[in-house]
């Protein structure tokens, strides 16, 4: 079998080993990942939950009987394949800290409020156009230990369900001009300098709806599949 | 073809230890609707029911409580709930997909059926296994390993279990006890679990 999806895609991707991100030290492995083709375990992957997503899952705004506290943003997107193609029927699900950066979760320590009226987590299927869409109250930063005076830039948290499982992503979405971004090991942990501006949202003026809400756009781009191999024309 | 072509994909990021009201939610957290968990197999689904579980532990042995590991099977009859897989299937509702965080101990559990055997390479097929990734704090991408099942004969003819070297594989066969099938995951360090690039 052929592959169908590109190896040296995943370039892209930080190491597992970054050790200026200290918890990455015991838990990347040691012995190098042995290759596989691609069978049709990897070739396919799951669709779930998506239609049980109704539009309050991507309105975090409104999931609660009061509006959250913070600056109101319009999070939107495409999730494309590396060929620019739309990923249509793609899960997006998403978690993010509130305004005053303070997650829900139990475990979260950090002595910043709570918001009564915020959750943080939220839902979409994209459409044929590979659209997603969300709004939500822009995160905040928030310190971490894992060395001085570390802060998190402000960060909202994607999963995506591709075509297959091989197109499994989890990634971060940072805001423009953030000051954070030299001093953070998470986001410099992938190396390339392009590939970390990936993940940088940009701020829309068009997404921006106006008395309301600030825009930002957000491309999330997939592993894409091979075109069928063709003979290309040659000159002897 | 679009004329915008991106550079490349969106890398990975680590899902950071406080992932569990969007993606594990459960009961503690009821404002979030949408959940999958570890109840792969709904009651009625054909097939042998088993529950899959075991620990995950980082380098030292330190067992890891903020890992998420998600994994996707076929069902009984070896056949996956997706588009790509055109045999024809019997009506029955199993995704084949589950999710589990692990506890303060680093126990993960999956409650499924047993998977049937898979098409494979070159005409071939496969023994049963599920697919699983290993995600978590500390994780900047997560990791592609395999569960193979313990007594199977056709692990010996498996052709991906075969490119492993015979003395790693077994950290992907999960050892039978009963209905329950356990296997842990090592990040790192002796007994360290094969990781795949896929």
Known sequence: MTLEFPRKSTLAHPPSLHPSYTSTVLRAPKKPLIIVPHTLSELTG????????TETDSDLTRQHDGEPQGERIIVTGRVLDEDGRPVPNALVELWQANA?????????????????NFTGAGRYVTGEDGRYRFTTVKPGAYPWRNHHNAWRPAHIHFSVFGPSFLSRLVTQMYFPG???????PIFNGIHDAKARERLISRFDLDTTVPEWALGYQFDIVLRGREATPMEEPHEH | MSTDRPDGIS???TVGPFFHYGLTPGSAYPKVPVTVDGQVAAQGTPGERIVVTGRVFDGEGTPVPDAMIEIWQADAEGRYAHPADGRARASNSFMGFGRSDTLADGTYRFETIKPGRTPGLNGGEQAPHLLVAVFGRGMLKHLYTRIYFDGEPSNATDAILNLVPSDRRQTLIARREGSTYRLDIRLQGDGETVFFEI
């Open chain 1, 46 to 53: 799951p669709v779930y939950g998506h239609d049980k997503v």
């Open chain 1, 100 to 116: 005053a950066g303070r997650y829900v979760h139990s475990r979260d320590q950090h002595p910043a409020p709570l918001d009564p």
């Open chain 1, 178 to 184: 953030d000051p954070l971004f030299p001093f953070d």
């Open chain 2, 11 to 13: 890398p990975s990021q």
